[in-house]
């Protein structure tokens, strides 16, 4: 028997005529039914899979693979991880650039010239007692950006940028959204900080670690995961800290 050129079946296996090679025809049906049991068992199984979240019906194989629909759990999971990571970098970007903003007017660190030169321009600007204003600016742009870089009390860090900024803007404000002398830029932070005091800072932060690993919910518990009340009353907050520093300001 010939398999392919240059390659002979080996008599080890060949029957050969006789009771033998009338039983292979049956053998090969038998196999071939068990395997068709097997197929169809395990298509039923992927079918049946959905009950428990796996995958929404498909071919076994699929399942096996890895390939195919998700079921709406996976794929709330998978949706859920995308924007974790998107609240990550966003509050980490917004929290260093908040954090070095503060910490030049407080420090003069990443270039900038501290109180001692920070507070006689918060005075020039109508700010009574320029020095410890220019101190309250400096902190709530740290502790701000800190808490939000680090995913700690976002609501409350969030709306401490939202302040901050809202005092920024009625500073430069000449009528004029874009330009040299335009809000653009403080518009953009105190927004992201309003919405971050919204969204919550997702799994990847202080925030999801502390309240999974103490019983923290009792005191804290809209801050993890903000309710929309939890962030709405950070927001009014700061926009109420931010009017009261303005009419200190006059």
């Known amino acids: 028997m010939v398999l392919a050129p240059g390659l002979v079946a080996s008599p080890a ?17 038998i196999a071939l039914g068990r395997l068709h049991t097997v197929i169809m068992s395990r298509r039923l199984e992927s079918e049946q899979l959905d009950r ?3 995958w929404q019906g ?25 924007r974790d990571l998107g609240l990550l970098l966003l509050r980490v970007t917004i929290g260093v650039i908040m954090f070095g903003h ?7 660190w990443f270039g900038g010239q501290g109180l001692g030169v920070v507070g006689p321009s918060f005075s020039q600007l109508g700010y009574p007692a320029g020095r410890l204003f220019a101190a309250i600016a400096g902190l709530t742009e740290a502790l701000g950006g800190a808490g939000l870089a680090l995913g700690l009390l976002t609501p409350l860090a ?3 940028i939202l302040g901050a900024m809202i005092n920024a803007m009625a500073v430069v404000w000449h009528g004029s959204l874009y330009g040299d002398n335009g809000i653009e830029y403080e518009v953009l ?5 309003a919405s971050l005091a919204l969204t919550g800072a997702g799994r990847y932060s202080l925030d999801h670690y502390l309240f999974d690993r ?13 309710r929309r009340r939890v962030g709405v009353a950070a927001i009014v907050l700061g926009l109420v800290l931010a009017a009261i520093v303005l009419l200190i300001r006059g």
Not at 13 to 29: H, I, K, Q, S, T
Not at 102 to 108: E, N, V, Y
């Open 189 to 193: 932070l105190a927004l992201t900080g």
């Open 52 to 54: 428990s979240g796996a």
């Open 13 to 29: 296996w060949n029957p050969g005529p006789g009771p033998a090679r009338e039983r292979l025809p049956r053998d090969c049906e």
């Open 214 to 226: 103490y019983p923290l919910d009792r005191y804290l518990g809209g801050l993890q995961e903000p």
């Open 158 to 160: 969030g709306a401490a």
């Open 58 to 82: 498909g071919p076994w194989l699929a399942h096996w693979l890895g390939t195919g629909q998700p079921s709406p759990a996976t794929g709330e999971a998978r949706a859920a991880s995308g």
């Open 102 to 108: 503060g910490t030049q007017k407080l420090f003069g």
